[in-house]
């Protein structure tokens, strides 16, 4: 293994050590016993194949909207508005399996699908789009899209989907996600087919940056756009491609919450938690989809297991509190960087 790959993986390895460290400090500042926390925490997230299940059902979409954030940070963007995108796929998702619930399966279920990524796809085209032709900055723009999926969602809830209804009714099975097999063998979980459509997105978002033009191009763009003009690449083509494709990446994470886990649409105080998650799965994973992968369900773990933390006492708030840490030791993995370069300086040192 070449030393920098070797790097590449220590980084978020030790991010995650590092969050875990500060998550068993408050525990023992708060008096509560860290041993017993992530004892509870671990059987929370494997002790029953329910469990087991729900960490994957989790991890699906983070899968999903993390892909689509390493998309556009990959070119150069940074797309806040992930979250705003996999409610609009959600809201599409919703409105085509109730507006068509008597079509077969197979049709009804491909158009739901299909319909949300496009949905997800043209909202963050928006943003890509004003950020070409008008130089706007795509995080102020994507912030605010956020508020307004947000409130025409709950307005489709209220005033279209039902008659003033906090929540709209279960899809038809011809367009639900759930997979008797799936979840005959996690013991009932909400485990779905969503789980094959991220890990399809995976391979095809590997081969898309890796293997295609397309690709090249948009990693090109990424690190200077000056010159991959100059060589003859369309910026602002770029821009909106790579809005578009993260932004059907999000709105697939939508629809996977939407056919797969909770099946309506319902009223929501604020825009759905994968996308904000997404973007530290991603960060988490380095941008790669296979970091991705482990990243995504290494948060199902923390986030399912932490439910099992208050039955051992301990707030279920300390796993929010562990999980921004890794966040924030992501977020700061410039800092680890240099210790990991400081290490080796001295080891060198003491060599010579």
């Known amino acids: 293994m070449n030393k920098g790959l070797l790097k590449n993986l220590a980084v978020p390895v030790i991010s995650v050590?590092?969050?875990?460290?500060?998550?068993?400090?408050?525990?023992?500042?708060s008096g509560y016993d860290p041993i017993e926390g992530y004892s509870a925490m671990l059987n929370g997230a494997f002790g029953r194949p329910y469990n087991v299940g729900e960490v994957f059902r989790l991890a699906s979409p983070l899968v999903l909207t993390a892909l689509g954030f390493s998309v556009a940070y990959t070119a150069g963007f940074f797309n806040i508005g992930l979250a705003g995108q996999a409610l609009c796929g959600w809201v599409m998702a919703i409105t085509l399996a109730q507006s068509f619930p008597d079509l077969p399966k197979f049709l009804l279920l491909t158009i739901c699908i299909l319909g949300g990524a496009l949905a997800g796809g043209v909202y963050a085209g928006i943003a890509g789009f004003l950020r070409a032709k008008f130089g706007t900055s795509e995080v102020i723009v994507t912030i605010m899209l956020n508020y307004v999926i947000l409130y025409v969602s709950n307005h489709m809830v209220r005033n279209v989907l039902t008659e003033d209804k906090d929540a709209t009714e279960m899809i038809t099975q011809n367009a639900s996600l759930r997979v008797p097999f799936l979840q005959e063998i996690t013991g009932g979980s909400r485990l779905n087919g969503g789980i094959f459509i991220a890990l399809a997105a995976i391979v095809i978002i590997w081969i898309l940056m890796k293997k295609t033009t397309a690709g090249f191009e948009l990693r090109s763009v990424g690190i200077n756009p000056d010159a991959s003009e100059y060589a003859g690449m369309s910026s602002s083509k770029n821009i909106v491609l790579a809005m578009v494709i993260a932004g059907a990446l999000a709105g697939l994470g939508g629809v996977l919450e939407a056919l797969g886990t909770f099946q309506n649409l319902y009223v929501m105080n604020a825009v759905p938690e994968i996308g904000f998650d997404g973007m530290a799965v991603s960060l988490l994973g380095n941008g790669h989809p296979l970091g991705i992968l482990v990243s995504a369900i290494l948060f199902g773990v923390l986030k399912v297991g932490g439910l099992s933390m208050p039955?051992?006492?301990?707030?279920?708030?300390?796993?929010?509190?562990?999980?921004?840490?890794?966040?924030?030791?992501v977020g700061a993995s410039y800092v680890i960087r240099y210790l990991?370069?400081?290490?080796?300086?001295?080891?060198?040192?003491?060599?010579?």
Do not use: C, N
């Open 17 to 29: 050590v590092f969050g875990l460290l500060l998550g068993a400090i408050v525990m023992l500042v």
């Open 311 to 329: 039955g051992a006492g301990i707030p279920k708030e300390i796993v929010e509190i562990v999980i921004a840490s890794i966040i924030f030791f």
């Open 340 to 352: 990991i370069s400081r290490v080796k300086k001295d080891s060198q040192k003491g060599e010579m």
